[in-house]
Nanobody
Framework: QVQLVESGGGLVQAGGSLRLSCAAS????????MGWFRQAPGKEREFVAAISRTAYSTYYADSVKGRFTISRDNAKNTVYLQMNNLKPEDTAVYYCAANGNYVQGAPRKSDEYDYWGQGTQVTVSS
Protein backbone atom coordinates (compact mmCIF):
# COMPACT_ATOMS: atom_id res chain seq x y z
CA GLN A 1 0.00 0.00 0.00
CA VAL A 2 1.15 3.55 -0.65
CA GLN A 3 0.00 6.91 0.68
CA LEU A 4 0.27 9.99 -1.51
CA VAL A 5 0.47 13.63 -0.46
CA GLU A 6 0.38 16.42 -3.02
CA SER A 7 1.79 19.91 -2.53
CA GLY A 8 2.74 22.96 -4.54
CA GLY A 9 -0.64 24.22 -5.63
CA GLY A 10 -1.64 27.85 -5.40
CA LEU A 11 -2.81 30.96 -7.20
CA VAL A 12 -0.86 32.10 -10.25
CA GLN A 13 -1.46 34.50 -13.10
CA ALA A 14 -1.94 33.27 -16.63
CA GLY A 15 1.42 32.58 -18.23
CA GLY A 16 2.98 31.70 -14.91
CA SER A 17 4.42 28.44 -13.63
CA LEU A 18 3.93 26.05 -10.74
CA ARG A 19 5.56 22.78 -9.78
CA LEU A 20 3.43 20.19 -8.05
CA SER A 21 5.00 17.48 -5.94
CA CYS A 22 3.54 14.19 -4.80
CA ALA A 23 5.35 12.44 -1.98
CA ALA A 24 4.74 8.73 -1.51
CA SER A 25 5.15 6.67 1.63
CA UNK A 26 6.71 3.25 1.67
CA UNK A 27 9.84 1.72 0.20
CA UNK A 28 8.35 0.42 -3.07
CA UNK A 29 7.68 3.69 -4.87
CA UNK A 30 9.69 2.50 -7.86
CA UNK A 31 7.16 -0.33 -8.29
CA UNK A 32 4.39 2.08 -9.20
CA UNK A 33 3.51 3.87 -12.37
CA MET A 34 2.34 7.35 -11.44
CA GLY A 35 -0.22 9.71 -12.89
CA TRP A 36 -1.57 13.21 -12.47
CA PHE A 37 -5.25 13.97 -12.94
CA ARG A 38 -7.31 17.11 -12.42
CA GLN A 39 -10.90 17.97 -11.74
CA ALA A 40 -12.47 21.36 -12.32
CA PRO A 41 -15.77 22.37 -10.67
CA GLY A 42 -18.70 20.70 -12.38
CA LYS A 43 -16.47 18.58 -14.58
CA GLU A 44 -15.27 15.00 -14.54
CA ARG A 45 -11.78 14.09 -13.44
CA GLU A 46 -9.46 14.10 -16.43
CA PHE A 47 -6.06 12.69 -17.23
CA VAL A 48 -3.14 15.13 -17.27
CA ALA A 49 0.11 13.13 -17.38
CA ALA A 50 1.61 9.77 -16.45
CA ILE A 51 5.05 8.26 -16.05
CA SER A 52 6.29 4.70 -15.99
CA ARG A 53 8.13 3.09 -13.09
CA THR A 54 11.57 3.93 -14.43
CA ALA A 55 10.54 7.23 -16.07
CA TYR A 56 11.36 5.71 -19.44
CA SER A 57 7.87 6.49 -20.73
CA THR A 58 5.77 9.59 -20.22
CA TYR A 59 2.31 10.45 -21.47
CA TYR A 60 0.40 13.72 -21.69
CA ALA A 61 -3.09 14.95 -22.42
CA ASP A 62 -3.19 16.98 -25.63
CA SER A 63 -4.32 20.02 -23.66
CA VAL A 64 -1.08 20.17 -21.66
CA LYS A 65 1.46 18.76 -24.11
CA GLY A 66 4.38 21.12 -24.51
CA ARG A 67 3.50 23.05 -21.35
CA PHE A 68 3.58 20.42 -18.58
CA THR A 69 6.36 17.99 -17.71
CA ILE A 70 6.03 14.96 -15.47
CA SER A 71 9.09 13.54 -13.78
CA ARG A 72 9.97 11.37 -10.81
CA ASP A 73 12.78 10.83 -8.36
CA ASN A 74 12.59 7.28 -7.07
CA ALA A 75 15.27 7.97 -4.47
CA LYS A 76 13.02 10.65 -2.96
CA ASN A 77 9.74 8.76 -3.48
CA THR A 78 8.37 11.78 -5.29
CA VAL A 79 6.69 12.53 -8.59
CA TYR A 80 6.55 16.06 -9.98
CA LEU A 81 4.43 18.00 -12.40
CA GLN A 82 6.10 21.11 -13.78
CA MET A 83 3.42 23.38 -15.22
CA ASN A 84 4.46 26.26 -17.46
CA ASN A 85 2.49 28.82 -19.43
CA LEU A 86 -0.54 28.19 -17.28
CA LYS A 87 -3.96 29.11 -18.58
CA PRO A 88 -7.21 29.86 -16.74
CA GLU A 89 -8.61 26.58 -18.06
CA ASP A 90 -5.92 24.74 -16.09
CA THR A 91 -7.71 25.75 -12.89
CA ALA A 92 -8.65 22.57 -11.02
CA VAL A 93 -7.83 20.33 -8.11
CA TYR A 94 -4.84 18.24 -9.13
CA TYR A 95 -4.47 14.67 -7.89
CA CYS A 96 -1.61 12.24 -8.11
CA ALA A 97 -2.27 8.52 -8.33
CA ALA A 98 -0.33 5.27 -8.24
CA ASN A 99 -0.74 2.07 -10.23
CA GLY A 100 1.04 -1.08 -9.11
CA ASN A 101 0.20 -3.31 -12.08
CA TYR A 102 1.89 -1.72 -15.07
CA VAL A 103 5.39 -3.14 -15.46
CA GLN A 104 5.96 -1.00 -18.54
CA GLY A 105 4.23 2.20 -19.46
CA ALA A 106 1.53 3.85 -17.38
CA PRO A 107 -2.25 3.96 -17.57
CA ARG A 108 -4.19 7.01 -18.65
CA LYS A 109 -7.58 6.03 -17.24
CA SER A 110 -8.41 7.00 -13.69
CA ASP A 111 -10.07 3.68 -12.90
CA GLU A 112 -6.76 1.89 -13.47
CA TYR A 113 -5.14 3.65 -10.53
CA ASP A 114 -5.17 2.04 -7.11
CA TYR A 115 -4.13 4.87 -4.79
CA TRP A 116 -4.91 8.56 -4.76
CA GLY A 117 -3.75 11.65 -2.94
CA GLN A 118 -6.06 14.22 -1.40
CA GLY A 119 -5.47 16.79 -4.13
CA THR A 120 -4.01 20.28 -4.34
CA GLN A 121 -5.80 23.34 -5.71
CA VAL A 122 -4.37 25.19 -8.69
CA THR A 123 -6.02 28.47 -9.63
CA VAL A 124 -4.93 30.44 -12.68
CA SER A 125 -6.21 34.00 -12.94
CA SER A 126 -6.61 35.79 -16.24
Amino acid sequence: QVQLVESGGGLVQAGGSLRLSCAASGRTFSSYAMGWFRQAPGKEREFVAAISRTAYSTYYADSVKGRFTISRDNAKNTVYLQMNNLKPEDTAVYYCAANGNYVQGAPRKSDEYDYWGQGTQVTVSS
